[in-house]
């Protein structure tokens, strides 16, 4: 007698899966054609011929709170499901829904055997490639850690992973990379009745400024600690260069006497020290303020400023001010004898009420000194 064994065809499965977990369709592929899958493997995704069936790989927040998935199957078949899947020679392409802000995220990935991430934009359909595009990327041991800007909006991020042999996991996440802000406000001892006007100053200077020269010690931030102390006359606040970080704003007791407005254009022209503005430890600052030669006098030389006043910009020489013994001779503020210098915000002169109009050409300095501006 013949006994005949009816063979059922493997029948695909899809289980079902919602857009906040990943949904992977997954795939065999044939180990005795190379080491790893062609990065094409996918193609006709659940109408591919080596397509096994669609799982879900669950939510993509990881149990460390990070967006992502953190899965590590050990020897053994995805989800732990020998059952419907392969332990080796399998390949799977998955995608969940995720949201950017257009600004700068870090992926971190290590997976076994290898991978490719890349995103699709909703609505363009675009393709976004995370690890370089048409290649799997490696890496068992430490992750790989790759910074990248996608336009603002709703994507499908997918991930390919194949497995040849052994152990098989990947571990991938990503989140927003940390910006300092620009000021980071220390209140050592300043009385309550400056910090409105403080914070304002502050968010103010945040929306015309979003990181300082690169390599400067205020590139990415740097701290403000402020104080009240007594100055001398006519002085009503000063600061130091944030050289190592942290700038020191002190407030003199006839600062309180002042106007809101007074009081934050004061504030304003200080912070403007404190990024380095009239500083001549700041080289950025010190290569464009220089004395003229043939006048004897000095000028700011940044081609910005150059451009908005028609020439080289004029600085004040001598400030009636003493003791400010962190600038040395000449060139720290604008001239204030000059008729469209004198109510800009870094020009001496700082007792006029705060008006936005006033700081193009402190902005297009600042600019000239590698300031990122708004
Ligand atoms: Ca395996
Ligand atoms: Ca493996
Ligand atoms: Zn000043």
Known sequence: M??????????????????????ATVFSWDGSQGSAPPINFWEGDFNNPN????????????????QGINVDWGNGAPNG??????HDFFAMRAYT????????????????????ILAKQHGTNQWFYITPQNQWTQAYGSHNEITSTLPAGRYDLHFHQYEASGNAYLDLSWEKVNSQPVFD?????????????????????????????????????FQVAITTEELGNLIYADCNYAENGVASLRLDPE?????????????MHELGHAMGFGQQRLPQYDRLALRNQSDGHWYFMGTNAIALYGGP???????????????TEGGYHWAEG????????????????????????????????????V
Do not use: C, H
């Open 255 to 267: 600062f309180f006497g002042k106007s809101y407005s007074q009081q934050k254009k004061i504030i």
């Open 2 to 23: 013949t006994l005949i064994f009816d063979i059922t065809p493997a029948t695909k499965f899809q289980d079902s899966v919602s857009p906040q977990e990943w949904r």
């Open 81 to 86: 499901d020998g059952n419907r899947l392969p």
């Open 97 to 116: 829904v995720a949201d950017f802000d257009g600004s700068e995220y870090k992926f971190r990935v290590r997976g076994d055997d290898g991978f490719q």
């Open 51 to 66: 397509t096994i069936g669609v799982i879900n790989l669950g939510s993509n927040t990881r149990s460390d709170g990070k």
């Open 338 to 373: 000059d008729a469209r210098l004198r109510l800009d915000l870094m020009s001496a002169a700082t007792l006029e009420g705060y008006s936005d109009s006033n700081l193009s050409f402190t902005v297009a300095a600042l600019k000239d000194m590698g300031f990122d501006t």
């Open 185 to 221: 406000i220390n209140y050592t001892s300043v009385p309550n009745n400056a910090r409105t006007v403080v914070d304002d100053a502050i968010r103010t200077w945040e929306s015309k400024i979003r990181r300082g020269p690169i390599g400067s010690p205020v590139e990415r931030g």
């Open 313 to 327: 910009v004029p600085l004040q020489e001598n400030v009636d001010v003493n003791n400010i013994n962190y600038r």
